[in-house]
């Protein structure tokens, strides 16, 4: 089993910056992508960013280019999503999700790759 725990949520102003974290840990802790999604309310949970684990090949949706960066630090199976300029309509639920590197054919912004989930950090910007 993996487990996913997101932090670094909160609340900011519209125009500041939030960065979050994810941690993986289980015992046989392997993936070929994670990414991150939101969920605003009464909304249906969306594609944010997605990055390769082995070279780091990034994706984003576009309503965040230019304004988030997803990384990650392999030697501490950490994911992160850097998030400037922000916008009130950034305010959601931050999901956490990494695959089985498993082929699955699904595309990295499809959220039914992922297999593993976290229980999300609250974003709430104001204008």
């Known amino acids: 089993q993996v487990y996913l725990v997101e932090s670094g949520g909160g609340l900011a102003q519209a125009g500041g910056s939030l960065r979050l974290s994810c941690s993986a840990s289980?015992?046989?802790?392997?993936?070929?992508?994670m990414g991150w999604f939101r969920q605003a309310p009464g909304k249906e949970r969306e594609f944010v960013a997605a990055?390769?684990?082995?070279?780091?090949?990034?994706y984003y949706e576009d309503s965040v280019k230019g304004r988030f960066t997803i990384s990650r630090d392999n030697a501490k199976n950490t994911v992160y999503l850097q998030m400037n300029s922000l916008k009130p309509e950034d305010t959601a639920v931050y999901y956490c999700?990494?695959?089985?590197?498993?082929?699955?054919?699904?595309?990295?912004?499809?959220?039914?790759?992922?297999?593993?989930w976290g229980r999300g950090t609250q974003v709430t910007v104001s204008s």
């Open positions: 999700a990494a695959d089985r590197n498993v082929y699955s054919g699904l595309l990295p912004a499809n959220l039914y790759r992922y297999d593993y």
């Open positions: 990055i390769n684990w082995s070279d780091g090949r990034t």
């Open positions: 289980g015992r046989t802790f392997s993936t070929n992508y």
